[in-house]
């Protein structure tokens, strides 16, 4: 779990689409039987209520995320991936509409809805709460000022392979990329950190910052 500070959140507010990118490798394990595996939340209020979130329990993706009006919506999404092996995760919000890749490719087309803006309780990676972790890794979790199109989210895939993000699509619209560096040469097709030495740290290190905390 890598806890971004709330500057992450501060971003999101702003006007303009968004699209979150991240590589992650599940291990068969499950986590917590009461929490949903999370990739990542951004939190709505002072508490830990999801604003807007991305779970995995049994093969299937859980978008979980509170509307304008304030409801939770659960939208369960039934894909096959392989655990213990890297895949990419990309979800694109032009406000309006939400849509998910994997690998990609399409998991869940321009969902209709508008996303409640956040709170101040730090964004996770990896986790709902300090103690609800993902079990697995996650690497070069991505945060981008504008909506990306399928043409764009393939450029980001990189047919599978991970990329210098700073040279990337959309590189000005690059706002925050959290490396983690979970493995020093990472395995199973791997998601190697390619760019400097930066693993662990944000790209711009006077805007944000995150701490390290369990698992």
Same mark, same amino acid.
């Given at each position: 779990?890598?806890?971004?500070?709330?500057?992450?959140?501060?971003?999101?507010?702003?006007?303009?689409?968004?699209?979150?990118?991240?590589?992650? &490798?599940?291990?068969?394990?499950?986590?917590?039987?009461?929490?949903?595996?999370?990739?990542?939340?951004?939190?709505?209020?002072? $508490?830990?209520?999801?604003?807007?979130?991305?779970?995995?329990?049994?093969?299937?993706?859980?978008?979980?995320?509170? &509307?304008?009006?304030?409801?939770?919506?659960?939208?369960?999404?039934? *894909?096959?991936?392989? $655990?213990?092996?890297?895949?990419?995760?990309?979800?694109?919000?032009?406000?309006?509409?939400?849509?998910?890749?994997?690998?990609?490719?399409?998991?869940?087309? *321009?969902? &209709?809805?508008?996303?409640?803006?956040?709170?101040?309780?730090?964004?996770?990676?990896?986790?709902?709460?300090? =103690?609800?972790?993902?079990?697995?890794?996650?690497?070069?979790?991505?945060?981008?000022?504008?909506?990306? &199109?399928?043409?764009?989210?393939?450029?980001?895939?990189?047919?599978?392979?991970?990329?210098?993000?700073?040279?990337?699509?959309?590189?000005?619209?690059?706002?925050?990329?959290?490396?983690?560096?979970?493995?020093?040469?990472?395995?199973?097709?791997?998601?190697?950190?390619?760019?400097?030495? $930066?693993?662990?740290?944000?790209?711009?290190? =006077?805007?944000?910052?995150?701490?390290?905390?369990?698992?």
């Amino acid at each position: 779990d890598r806890s971004p500070s709330r500057g992450l959140g501060d971003v999101y507010k702003r006007q303009g689409g968004k699209t979150i990118s991240l590589w992650f &490798n599940k291990s068969a394990q499950e986590g917590n039987p009461l929490f949903v595996d999370r990739l990542f939340t951004f939190f709505q209020s002072s $508490n830990a209520s999801t604003g807007l979130s991305i779970g995995i329990k049994n093969n299937k993706f859980i978008l979980i995320f509170k &509307n304008k009006s304030g409801v939770l919506h659960q939208l369960p999404i039934i *894909k096959k991936f392989a $655990n213990n092996k890297w895949n990419h995760f990309a979800l694109t919000y032009n406000n309006s509409f939400i849509t998910l890749y994997l690998n990609g490719s399409k998991l869940l087309d *321009k969902y &209709n809805e508008k996303i409640a803006e956040f709170g101040d309780f730090p964004a996770k990676i990896g986790a709902f709460t300090w =103690n609800h972790g993902f079990k697995g890794k996650i690497d070069e979790f991505a945060f981008y000022k504008a909506s990306f &199109n399928k043409k764009q989210i393939k450029d980001l895939y990189n047919n599978g392979m991970t990329q210098d993000l700073s040279l990337g699509v959309k590189k000005n619209k690059l706002a925050a990329w959290y490396r983690l560096g979970d493995h020093e040469s990472d395995s199973i097709y791997h998601v190697e950190d390619l760019a400097g030495n $930066n693993s662990g740290k944000p790209r711009v290190d =006077n805007e944000f910052s995150f701490s390290t905390s369990a698992p």
